[in-house]
């Protein structure tokens, strides 16, 4: 159980091997009974994205966004006990009505950015959403721990063979 | 960084999630772990090194053994934490899917009095 709980951990931290990187990191995903060009409307202004973003009992009482690739956005989520949770990021790519991929800050948070990408498919006139998140801070270092450790190899390699 | 970056980057490691797994059936001397991994001995403390700097480990003092032992509450923070995560869009979904519902419901609504009062000069 802990075993397939890592694993799917493992996952979400986008340390999947590449032949499962397709769906690397957290995936959710549900079909929506409206038109493509109604629900990719819904992620795009604040009037729409106060109404729904975030769990049950919460409010958007701040929403300022620049929807469009390049542009940045700055949102507070309130909670039913008060606590407002701020988080900022940047919109890295946007082609309408089909895909918004954007970076995100929690500023209460980690501090490591999200990247979430969210795609919008036609199924008969239905739409699906799919959301995918990964924490590219946490591949890199991984990457990085993998490198690092490499070189230490081949200079140790290197100091043994110079005696 | 946070420790929860730090335990992030511990848990980024194949190897290292096949030692948290293995250690969840119980402790395990050093030697004891590497044996699985086609991995020599200073590799693996490497890895055990990093675990008990993100705190997911402890080693005991046993100088022989230093046996390793997972930290349970350290793991169970990171799967809540990604867990969150899920839940947040489980829950967004569901608002939006209402929401959706709310918004062509009106449209509806708002181009039928049209059609009655169409209707009715027909007459």
């Known amino acids: ?163 | 960084m946070t420790s929860l970056d730090a335990t992030f980057s511990a848990l980024a490691d194949p190897t290292r999630r096949a030692i948290l797994a293995r250690l969840a059936s119980g402790e395990a001397s050093v030697n004891e772990l590497a044996r699985p991994f086609d991995v020599s001995l200073p590799a693996i403390s490497k890895h055990l090194k990093v675990l008990e700097r993100a705190g997911l480990i402890v080693r005991g003092r046993d100088a022989q053994r230093r046996p390793c032992r997972l930290v349970a509450s350290q793991l169970k923070a990171v799967s809540d934490w990604a867990e969150q995560y899920r839940r947040f869009w489980e829950e967004s979904f569901d608002r939006l899917d209402e929401y959706l519902r709310e918004l062509q419901a009106t449209e509806a609504k708002s181009r039928a009095p049209k059609e009655r009062a169409h209707g009715s000069r027909k007459r």
């Open chain 1, 1 to 163: 159980m802990l075993g397939q709980n890592l694993e799917k951990l493992g996952e979400y931290l986008g340390a999947t091997p590449a032949a499962r990187a397709p769906e690397r990191g957290m995936v959710v995903t549900r079909v929506f009974d409206a038109p493509r060009q109604v629900v990719f409307e819904a992620w795009t202004r604040p009037e729409h994205l106060a109404r729904w973003w975030g769990p049950k009992a919460f409010t958007l009482p701040s929403c300022d966004v620049d929807f469009r690739t390049g542009g940045a956005y700055r949102m507070v989520m309130r909670g039913p006990d008060g606590t407002e949770y701020p988080f900022h990021g940047v919109y890295r790519e946007i082609v309408p009505p089909s895909r918004i991929e954007f970076s995100a800050v929690i500023e209460s948070g980690p501090g490591a950015a999200v990247l979430t990408v969210v795609t919008f498919d036609d199924e008969g006139g239905k739409t699906r959403v799919t959301v995918r998140q990964t924490i590219p801070a946490l591949e890199e270092a991984a990457r990085g721990q993998r490198q690092g450790w490499t070189e230490s190899l081949e200079k140790l390699a290197e100091h043994v063979a110079a005696r």
